[in-house]
C-alpha cells in the first residue's frame, strides 16, 4: 500500500522516476526558473499527505514500531535508540495541526485532512497507552531526548486544542497529563532546551493543570538574556550561526509567552517584544531564498530541512508577516524551495524520510542525535496550512520575493538593523 502511495505522491508531486544506478542530483532536480503552473496549496497538501502519511496510517494502528524504518546517524551516540518514534509522530504533528484545526468543509483537501485528523487522534491515544505496541517512550532516567518531542507533541495540542486534545477521552487526556508531569524529572540542558520544559508547562497551564512554575519562568527569562540583538538570541551563553533560532527560540518563546500572558501570569508587553523579534528574525529568513529556490544551509541540524523556517509561516498563519512581506511572496519562496528540495530520492522508496537535505547522499550531514525520526520536524513549514484556501497567501498570483527581484534588477526594499 505505501508502494502504491509513494507511486501516487511521485506523480502529483512532479517527482521524476528513479532512475537505476543513477546518482546524479541534476537529473532528478525540478527547474523553477519559471513559476509552476500547478496550484501551490494543492502541491502543499499533497506533500503534507506524503510525509505524514507513513507516520500516521503505521501509528494510528499501532505499528509504527513495526513498520518504521529507523536509519541512524553515522554518528549516532548510542542514546536508547527508542527515542525515534516519538521525534517523528511529535515533531510531525507539531506542524500539522493547524491544517488539521481547520474546519471540514466541500474542498478535494477535505478527505485527506479528516484522514490525517482521525489518524493523529488514534496515534495519540497509542501514544500514552502502556498497552499499546505504539506506546511512546517518555523516558529511563538516563536519555534526556524525551523532553524534546513531548514538547512538540505539547506545541500542536496548543495549535489545535479544538481538534486534538478537546475530542481525546478522558483516560487518554489523563494518560498525557500524567506523562507531561512525569517528564519534570528530566532537567533541560542549558540552551534552546528550557523552552522544551517551558512548552510542555504551558501546555499544562492552558488547560487548567497545576504546573511547575519555574520550569517556565526560569526559560523565559534565560531566553531574554540571550537576546543579542537585530532579531537575534544566543541558543546558551554562547552565540551559534545556525538555524536553531527557526527550528525553537522564536517560535517556542512566543508560544510559550501567550500562553501566559492569557492567564494572567506574565505581562503582555513582554510577549510584545518577542513577536516584534522573531518578525525581525522572519524578514531575515525570506531573504535567504535565492531566486533560484535555495537557500543558505548552516550549522547543526540541517537535515531539519525546511522546518527553519517556522517563524515565517507562523507569521503568516497569524497574519503578522513583516512589513513589506506579502504572503504570497513567501507562499512562492518556500514552494521554490520544496521543489528543489523534495525529490523523489530525498525519501525512501517506501515514502520515508532519508537523513540529509536532499537526495540520498548526505547521510553524513546527521548530527550525532539524529535519526530518521528526526527529519519529521521539517513539517514545521506546513502551519501556513491553517490558513484557508481563500486567504490571499494561497489565492493571490505568483509574487516574486525580495531575492528573485534583486537579482534581476527590479526594486526591492533596503533593510536596516532594528535596535529592540
Not at 525540478?30 to 506533500?47: G, H, M, S, T
Not at 546558551?236 to 517560535?251: A, E, I, L, Q, R
Not at 520575493?401 to 537579482?407: D, L, M, V
Request: positive net charge; charged residues 25%; glycine residues 6%.
Amino acid at each position: 500500500m505505501q508502494r502504491r502511495n509513494f507511486l501516487k505522491w511521485s506523480s502529483l508531486l512532479g517527482f521524476g522516476g528513479f532512475i537505476p544506478g543513477q546518482k546524479v542530483l541534476a537529473n532528478d532536480k525540478i527547474d523553477f526558473a519559471a513559476p509552476a503552473k500547478q496550484n501551490d496549496r494543492e502541491y502543499w497538501v499533497c506533500l503534507l499527505d506524503k510525509i505524514a502519511t507513513p507516520v500516521l496510517s503505521n501509528m494510528s494502528k499501532g505499528e509504527l514500531r513495526k513498520n518504521m524504518p529507523v536509519v541512524y546517524s553515522p554518528i549516532w551516540d548510542n542514546r536508547n535508540k527508542q527515542v525515534a518514534y516519538m521525534e517523528a509522530f511529535g515533531r510531525l504533528i507539531a506542524g500539522i495541526a493547524p491544517f488539521l484545526a481547520l474546519p471540514n468543509d466541500n474542498t478535494p483537501e477535505n478527505k485527506t485532512r479528516e484522514r490525517l485528523r482521525e489518524q493523529t487522534l488514534k496515534s495519540l491515544a497509542h501514544a500514552v497507552n502502556p498497552q499499546s505496541p505504539d506506546y511512546l517512550f517518555w523516558g529511563d532516567g538516563k536519555t534526556a531526548q524525551p523532553i524534546v518531542d513531548a514538547a512538540h507533541i505539547a506545541q500542536a495540542l496548543l495549535y489545535a486544542p479544538d481538534a486534538l486534545w478537546k475530542p481525546l477521552s478522558e483516560e487518554t487526556k489523563q494518560q498525557f497529563i500524567h506523562e507531561f508531569k512525569a517528564i519534570r524529572s528530566i532537567k533541560p540542558f542549558n540552551n534552546n532546551w528550557v523552552l522544551f520544559a517551558a512548552m510542555i508547562e504551558s501546555f499544562l497551564l492552558s488547560i487548567g493543570e497545576e504546573i511547575d512554575a519555574a520550569r517556565i519562568d526560569t526559560a523565559i527569562d534565560k531566553v531574554n538574556k540571550w537576546y543579542v540583538g537585530d532579531g537575534w538570541y544566543s541558543d546558551g551563553d554562547k552565540f551559534h550561526f545556525d538555524h536553531y533560532n527557526g527550528y525553537v527560540m522564536h517560535p517556542m518563546m512566543v508560544e510559550v509567552l501567550k500562553a501566559n500572558v492569557e492567564k494572567g501570569r506574565r505581562p503582555k508587553k513582554e510577549y510584545d517584544v518577542a513577536y516584534k523579534r522573531m518578525q525581525r528574525y522572519a524578514s531575515f529568513q525570506e531573504r535567504y531564498i535565492s531566486p533560484e529556490g535555495t537557500y543558505l544551509v548552516v550549522g547543526r541540524s540541517s537535515t531539519y530541512r525546511v522546518g527553519a523556517f517556522q517563524p515565517l509561516v507562523k507569521l503568516a498563519l497569524e497574519n503578522s508577516l513583516p512589513e513589506g512581506i506579502a504572503p504570497a511572496q513567501v507562499r512562492c519562496a518556500l514552494t521554490a524551495v520544496m521543489k528543489n528540495m523534495f525529490i523523489s530520492s530525498t525519501f525512501t522508496k517506501d515514502g520515508w524520510l532519508r537523513l540529509g537535505l536532499i537526495g540520498d547522499q548526505q547521510e553524513n550531514l546527521a548530527d550525532y542525535y539524529s535519526n530518521t525520526g528526526s527529519m519529521y520536524v521539517t513539517s514545521l513549514v506546513f502551519l501556513a496550512l491553517g490558513l484557508q484556501s481563500s486567504h490571499e497567501f494561497w489565492s493571490a498570483p505568483f509574487t516574486e520575493w525580495t531575492q528573485r527581484k534583486a537579482w534581476s534588477g527590479k526594486p526591492f526594499p533596503k533593510d536596516y538593523a532594528v535596535d529592540y
